[in-house]
């Protein structure tokens, strides 16, 4: 993978991470048409998603200086027997959520065979030739998207929390979407969230620290199966990639806070149907080509 390459593929990944479109989507596309595929592709997206990590960190570093220190004062409270559930402050009950909304993800690492896990052969989707997947992915993505921002305008009593049920089906459809190719992780926790109930100005903040351990936590598996694979790594590109990746992550998580403000959510669900339907229709005509 040469330099530009590395550059164009981390602009894809900084917009697409945080704005609710699919960053792992847009990556699979982009790599095909580019050529890029197989093991490169993987281990870019990787070193890619680091970049994005760090973005979303700067950016909500009080919260999550908040809810470390929030853990800290809950395991003191639980060893002097003074934790109580009814009592849980804001930050509290945020941390507990998060918590619940993160174990659907364990559904990914369930062994399917020898060496591969659920997410293993889901992750295959985005190593092949096609995209036909990816097109129908994105249509998904966008009836979320439009779906949710219409329950959520039509929802006068929405609550700026996350109940218990909530962060099930929160945490559900990010599983969803760490599984598929297309599917939105910021997009389909903000919208299920508003399909619950929740604040769409919450569920930003929400859905983006939520993505963080997330992230990590797929980094480091994928990690360690780039260093098994024994792939000749280009440090210049990675490099590169990474920076830009971080910088316009940045920007797009300061943009999709305003475009929520401003009830402009629903446009990129239109993005999507469009998007998907182009795939979708790109994907058909290279088949039939052969």
Known sequence: MNILNAIVLGI????????????????????????????????????????????????????????????????KDIFARKFSFKDMGETRRMLFMLIVSCLPLLILVIP?????????????????DDIIVEGFCFLFTAFLLLFGTYVANKNKNSRPFVETKDAVAVGF?????????GISRSG??????????????????????????????????????????????????????????????????KALEWLV????FKFFGYYCLVLGVSVIVAGLVEIFRG
């Open 12 to 75: 894809v990944q900084g917009a697409t991470e945080f704005l609710p479109v699919s960053s792992s989507g847009h990556l699979s596309v982009f790599q095909h048409f580019m050529g890029i595929g197989g093991e490169g592709s993987l281990t870019m997206s990787v070193f890619l998603h680091i970049g994005t990590l760090a973005s979303v960190i700067f950016v909500y570093y009080k919260t999550f200086w908040e809810l470390i220190l929030e853990l800290g004062r809950t395991i």
């Open 112 to 128: 399917v065979g020898a060496d591969t896990r659920i997410m293993d052969v889901l992750g295959r989707f985005s190593e092949d």
């Open 173 to 181: 459809a990010q599983a969803l979407a760490a599984g598929f190719p």
């Open 188 to 253: 389909s926790t903000i919208s299920t969230g508003m399909l619950c109930g929740v604040s769409k100005n919450y569920m930003v903040r929400y859905s983006f620290v939520l993505g963080t351990p997330a992230i990590l936590a797929a980094n480091l598996v994928e990690l360690k199966d780039v260093a098994e694979t024994g792939v000749n790594l280009n440090f210049m590109p990675i490099i590169l990639g990474i920076i830009t990746s971080a910088v316009v992550g940045f920007g797009a998580i």
């Open 261 to 264: 403000k401003t009830d402009k």
